[in-house]
């Protein structure tokens, strides 16, 4: 009696786990929704982006925050509104929604006035936009722009924006007088209660990195020296926010956000007086891998894709500005494009192109230009935009003079990200058929094109509405593929002898979770004859692959 209720128990988790798995299997789109789009804050999408610099709208001005950057989510672009003359002093704060494909105002909510000239950026995550602004957290309803809640902080934010991962938002803070001490906070993202909060010695201005369980967030002060203890990055649990490790070996301020990628920790660094740097430091006890290498003086967070960096410095009339790519391996540097890019540029990397703006006057920008990843040659420019510009659904977005921008053809293609099935399993005797639905994300792909192949035709093929015939017994592959992308996704297809459903195990005429008891009831047994019809999938084994091949094909 135990070994039959233990297996009911199983069949129940069974049973939930098929109701919702598929729901599960959402696939976003080419969105850009956090500042650096990705959790590691690596500035890199997998969207198509436009090859021209045809421009498909301007907002009207906005007050957008000087170099800071917009984030795109849900056909929607929120961005950080502070009206500024000197790009220093904001008169006001907001948050501003814009409609993604014609730029026009949906809705813009007050917040706390900005300090400092903070150029933070928005953050998108579960239908609520996440922003820190004067002293406080905020947290704002999506559609509505209704404020759900509010945290204060013990300092000013500044500059750094919130990062926000598995239920959790991260901010930091920055002390205007410089008194040595700055924190992080790990605040519920749902009822913005603090989870854990950090100290940190020295100011933050960081936007914290996610990977892996961690978090990667940076602190400076203006002491200079290497091992003062003024310039740190941090490692910490994202969990309890206990320290792993933290890096004082960089001589340079340490006043941008890091990133992560091929178990590295990037970072750039600003120098008041000379040049900054750049090094990789392990992710996993924080050594410095190799570095430091000399570059312009950087606010910004490097970029990182295909293993490859990319990052620009300098400071508008008192240095160089350049463009740079580097080997994240060895640190070795690729090429340099002069002139472009600006110290509170972050620059983005999507469909081999970099986008990077030109600097102009009071932390504004000139112009936003896509440079070739392999080379640095300039693919094409604007005399629009140009802070930290971000691409998402085929296009390009980025902000000058307090106005949002935004390139691409009239019809920006949308990548596709993936392919799924309605099935991985399937059991249909021979000379029977059945048809496999396959669904491409995002739903608004540009390119929904699709082949269909089997792997073993003279035991099942399939033709190019995913209709699969069954031909002798055995198993076949059914594979889909994507036109756009390649991806692909497989159904395993068991041809069964004839005479009806290979489901029907008590040949009522209908699948149904009967069948699946019967299955509970054999449950784990091993070496079954081939005459057992409980042994779905003919493998000598009661398992859960029979449950998943009979619940697949339910008719009642």
Same mark, same amino acid.
């Given at each position: 009696? $135990?070994?039959?209720?233990?297996?009911?128990?199983?069949?129940?988790f069974? $049973?939930?786990?098929?109701?919702?798995?598929?729901?599960?299997?959402?696939?976003?789109?080419?969105?850009? +929704?956090?500042?650096?789009?990705?959790?590691?804050?690596? *500035?890199?999408?997998?969207?198509?982006?436009?090859?021209?610099?045809?421009?498909?709208?301007?907002?009207?001005?906005?007050?957008?925050?000087i170099?800071?950057? +917009?984030?795109?989510?849900?056909g929607?672009?929120?961005?950080?509104?502070?009206p500024s003359?000197?790009?220093?002093?904001?008169?006001?704060?907001?948050?501003?929604?814009?409609?993604?494909?014609?730029g026009?105002?949906?809705?813009?909510?007050?917040?706390?006035?900005?300090?400092?000239?903070?150029?933070s950026s928005?953050?998108?995550?579960?239908?609520?936009?996440?922003?820190?602004?004067?002293?406080?957290?905020?947290?704002?309803?999506a559609?509505?722009?209704?404020?759900?809640?509010?945290?204060?902080?013990?300092?000013?934010?500044?500059?750094?924006? +919130?990062?926000v991962?598995?239920?959790?938002a991260?901010?930091?803070?920055?002390?205007?007088?410089?008194?040595?001490?700055?924190?992080?906070?790990?605040?519920?993202?749902?009822?913005?209660?603090r989870?854990?909060?950090?100290?940190?010695?020295?100011?933050?201005?960081?936007?914290?990195?996610?990977?892996?369980?961690?978090?990667?967030?940076?602190?400076?002060?203006?002491?200079?020296?290497?091992?003062?203890?003024?310039?740190n990055?941090?490692?910490?649990?994202?969990?309890d926010g206990?320290?792993?490790?933290?890096?004082?070996? $960089?001589?340079?301020?340490?006043c941008?956000?890091?990133?992560?990628?091929?178990?590295?920790?990037?970072?750039?660094?600003y120098?008041?007086?000379?040049?900054?740097?750049?090094?990789?430091?392990?992710a996993?006890?924080?050594?410095?891998?190799?570095?430091p290498?000399?570059?312009?003086?950087?606010?910004?967070?490097?970029?990182?894709?295909?293993?490859k960096?990319?990052?620009? *410095?300098?400071?508008?009339?008192?240095?160089?500005?350049?463009?740079y790519?580097?080997?994240?391996?060895t640190?070795?540097?690729? @090429?340099?494009?002069s002139d472009?890019?600006? @110290?509170?540029?972050?620059v983005?990397?999507?469909?081999?192109?970099?986008?990077?703006g030109?600097?102009?006057?009071?932390?504004?920008?000139?112009?936003?230009y896509?440079?070739?990843?392999?080379?640095?040659h300039?693919?094409?420019?604007?005399?629009?935009?140009?802070a930290? +510009?971000?691409?998402?659904?085929?296009?390009?977005?980025? $902000?000058?003079?307090?106005?949002?921008?935004?390139?691409?053809?009239?019809?920006?293609?949308?990548?596709v990200? *993936?392919v799924?099935?309605d099935?991985t399993?399937d059991?249909?005797?021979?000379?029977?058929?059945?048809?496999?639905?396959?669904?491409?994300?995002?739903?608004?792909?540009?390119?929904?094109?699709?082949?269909?192949?089997?792997?073993?035709?003279?035991?099942?093929?399939?033709?190019?509405?995913?209709?699969?015939?069954?031909?002798?017994?055995?198993?076949?592959?059914?594979?889909?593929?994507?036109?756009?992308?390649?991806?692909t996704?497989?159904?395993?297809?068991?041809?069964?002898? *004839?005479?009806?459903?290979?489901?029907?195990?008590?040949?009522?005429?209908?699948?149904?979770?009967?069948?699946?008891?019967l299955?509970?009831?054999?449950?784990?047994?091993?070496?079954?004859?081939?005459?057992?019809?409980?042994?779905v999938?003919?493998?000598?084994?009661?398992?859960?692959?029979?449950m998943?091949?009979?619940?697949?094909?339910?008719?009642?």
């Open positions: 009696m $135990l070994r039959v209720k233990m297996k009911l128990t199983g069949l129940l069974f $049973l939930i786990m098929v109701l919702i798995l598929p729901a599960a299997g959402y696939a976003a789109g080419s969105d850009w +929704p956090q500042f650096h789009n990705s959790a590691n804050s690596a *500035g890199y999408s997998t969207s198509a982006a436009p090859n021209t610099n045809n421009l498909l709208w301007a907002s009207e001005n906005i007050g957008a925050s170099s800071s950057s +917009p984030v795109i989510a849900g929607k672009v929120y961005v950080y509104g502070c003359s000197d790009g220093f002093s904001a008169s006001k704060s907001s948050i501003v929604c814009l409609d993604e494909t014609t026009d105002k949906i809705w813009e909510t007050a917040i706390d006035k900005s300090k400092w000239g903070s150029w928005p953050a998108y995550d579960n239908g609520k936009i996440f922003i820190g602004s004067g002293s406080k957290a905020f947290c704002l309803d559609t509505s722009g209704t404020i759900l809640w509010s945290y204060p902080m013990h300092l000013d934010v500044v500059n750094g924006s +919130p990062r991962v598995d239920g959790k991260f901010f930091t803070d920055w002390d205007p007088n410089h008194g040595g001490i700055s924190y992080i906070y790990c605040l519920d993202a749902n009822g913005g209660s989870i854990w909060e950090h100290q940190l010695v020295g100011d933050s201005q960081s936007t914290p990195a996610y990977c892996d369980g961690k978090i990667y967030v940076n602190s400076w002060g203006y002491v200079t020296g290497a091992n003062t203890g003024a310039n990055t941090y490692c910490l649990d994202a969990g206990h320290e792993i490790w933290h890096q004082q070996g $960089l001589e340079k301020q340490t941008g956000s890091p990133s992560v990628g091929g178990g590295k920790v990037f970072v750039a660094t120098d008041f007086y000379g040049m900054g740097e750049l090094a990789a430091l392990d996993g006890d924080g050594h410095i891998i190799w570095g290498i000399t570059i312009q003086r950087t606010d910004t967070t490097p970029a990182y894709a295909d293993g960096l990319y990052l620009c *410095g300098g400071c508008a009339g008192y240095s160089d500005q350049e463009t790519c580097f080997d994240a391996e640190g070795n540097q690729i @090429w340099k494009q472009l890019g600006n @110290w509170t540029c972050s983005a990397v999507a469909d081999n192109k970099v986008f990077v030109k600097a102009g006057e009071f932390f504004d920008y000139t112009g936003v896509a440079l070739d990843v392999a080379d640095g300039v693919v094409w420019s604007s005399d629009k935009g140009g930290s +510009p971000v691409v998402a659904d085929g296009k390009v977005f980025s $902000l000058s003079g307090g106005i949002v921008y935004a390139f691409g053809s009239a019809s920006a293609s949308v990548s990200t *993936g799924s099935l099935k399993a059991t249909i005797p021979v000379g029977g058929t059945d048809t496999l639905t396959a669904t491409i994300a995002p739903a608004n792909a540009s390119n929904q094109g699709i082949t269909w192949a089997s792997d073993n035709e003279t035991v099942a093929t399939v033709d190019a509405a995913g209709k699969v015939t069954a031909v002798s017994t055995g198993t076949a592959n059914i594979t889909v593929t994507t036109t756009d992308g390649g991806f996704a497989a159904c395993l297809v068991t041809v069964t002898s *004839g005479g009806g459903s290979g489901n029907d195990l008590n040949g009522d005429g209908i699948v149904n979770v009967v069948d699946l008891i299955i509970g009831q054999r449950f784990g047994d091993s070496d079954v004859p081939g005459w057992i019809n409980l042994d999938n003919r493998d000598g084994k009661v398992d859960i692959l029979d998943v091949l009979v619940a697949q094909n339910f008719t009642s």
